[in-house]
């Protein structure tokens, strides 16, 4: 048995990706600090799971690592019970949402953030 502890994102302003998912879901920041190759990174969840949002610092250098490119994922997928709730909070944040699907097993919808890093809503209930 295995379980996801966290996905480290790059993004271009941490402190905003954090606010944002504490507007969204109600999360809120575990650490932040100093972080690999001179950067900084917020955490942000709950006591058992979290989003490590990266930023690294200014930089001329020409070689690009995978903590110097934006959004280098396809999507991030959370599960929420209300799902009109967070859908709601999402447009409210000026987000677009997309890719509605009400299916077996669960309804979903994809918006992108600031960064343009694509997350799934889904709902079980």
């Known amino acids: 048995m295995a379980r996801l502890e966290h996905v480290n994102i790059?993004?271009?302003?941490?402190?905003?990706a954090a606010k944002l998912m504490d507007t969204l879901f109600g999360w809120k920041i575990r650490w932040e600090g100093a972080s690999i190759h001179g950067g900084y990174t917020i955490h942000v969840g709950d006591k058992d799971d979290y989003l490590?949002?990266?930023?690294?610092p200014?930089?001329?250098?020409?070689t690009v690592m995978s903590y110097d490119i934006r959004g280098g994922l396809n999507h991030v997928a959370l599960v929420v019970?209300?799902?009109?709730a967070v859908e709601a909070?999402?447009?409210?944040?000026?987000?677009?949402t997309s890719n509605h699907g009400d299916y077996e097993p669960g309804r979903r919808f994809y918006f992108h953030d600031h960064d343009d890093i694509e997350?799934?809503?889904v709902s079980y209930a």
């Open 81 to 84: 019970d209300d799902f009109g």
């Open 119 to 121: 997350y799934e809503i």
């Open 52 to 56: 490590a949002f990266y930023t690294p």
């Open 10 to 16: 790059t993004v271009s302003d941490p402190q905003r």
């Open 58 to 62: 200014k930089t001329t250098e020409e």
């Open 89 to 96: 909070r999402v447009l409210a944040e000026g987000l677009k």
